[in-house]
């Protein structure tokens, strides 16, 4: 399939969706999210594990980086579901299917996938392609950020009820903005329902990575600003917390590789583990 035409997901949303069927083919068992939906969307040629970006050893790191944050966010949205919570929204959303894989045990559930116009009819299709569909508990929210629309707005429009809690999610995207865009989205999303959860992930500077791992990120920098997504945003820990409680949330918590990796990856056969650099922000309001 063609991937360069505005009606089409990011190339970082397919690497993303493909790493995840990945993980479900070649790593050990258990795995951290069963996830082949996502491929099936992409379908792309019989030879996409032979991509560089594909290769099995050397991409290991990013590869469970991507299935633990998509599993500690489904997680935190079942946790909250539990307490009632009955919104969630994907910032950035590409390719998840979180709906596609929980729309029979978390009933109720109000999923907003907020993601750019094109990517949206181009993910609408392949879902009626497919056979699965656009349930009414789905709601593809076309945002259109260059032409300036505002996604609280969309969201809202879209079915929305921002008086009540909601999970909101932003999972690599924060190191593809500036931090002013940054401190916009935290400002509005602090302004929700009481009870609603932001979990952000972002990208520690480089000499807060593993000293063994810089060169690979290092790698991983130069081929983002050759392919013109160029990484912009890296903060301290204490430096995300802070800006989170300045825009007004209430709590503000760090939750870093290492406890990822204790909840997520230990014991495993293979040594699996996510690569130094991306951790967590969870706040609540």
Do not use: C
């Amino acid at each position: 399939m063609d991937y360069k035409s505005d009606m089409a997901p990011d190339s970082t949303a397919v690497r993303v969706a493909l790493w995840r069927a990945l993980h479900t083919r070649i790593d050990a068992f258990p795995h951290i999210v069963e996830d082949e939906i996502g491929l099936q969307l992409v379908a792309p040629d019989e030879a996409w594990r032979d991509r560089p970006d594909m290769q099995a050893n050397a991409t290991s790191g990013f590869r469970a980086g991507v299935v633990a944050r998509a599993r500690f966010v489904e997680d935190l949205v079942r946790e909250q579901f539990n307490r009632g919570v009955r919104q969630y929204v994907i910032l950035g959303a590409g390719l998840d299917t979180f709906a596609q894989r929980t729309s029979k045990d978390m009933s109720g559930l109000n999923i907003f996938e907020v993601d750019k116009p094109g990517a949206q009819d181009w993910k609408r299709q392949r879902l009626m392609d497919l056979g699965l569909g656009v349930p009414k508990s789905l709601h593809l929210v076309a945002v259109n950020f260059e032409a300036g629309d505002l996604w609280w707005e969309k969201l809202t429009t879209s079915g929305f009820n921002p008086n009540q809690a909601a999970v909101v999610a932003s999972t690599g995207v924060s190191l593809y903005l500036s931090e002013e865009a940054i401190k916009a989205t935290l400002d509005q999303v602090a302004l929700l329902a009481a009870g609603t959860t932001l979990a952000m992930t972002f990208y520690l500077p480089m000499d807060l990575v593993d000293s063994a791992e810089r060169p690979m990120l290092e790698m991983v920098l130069e081929r983002a600003r050759a392919a013109g997504t160029p990484f912009l945003s890296f903060f301290s820990p204490s430096k995300m917390q802070a800006l989170a409680l300045k825009a007004g949330f209430r709590t503000a918590e760090h939750v870093s590789r290492a406890e990822l990796i204790q909840r997520y990856f230990m014991g495993r056969s293979d040594g699996l583990q996510p690569a130094s650099g991306e951790e967590f922000l969870v706040a609540t309001t």
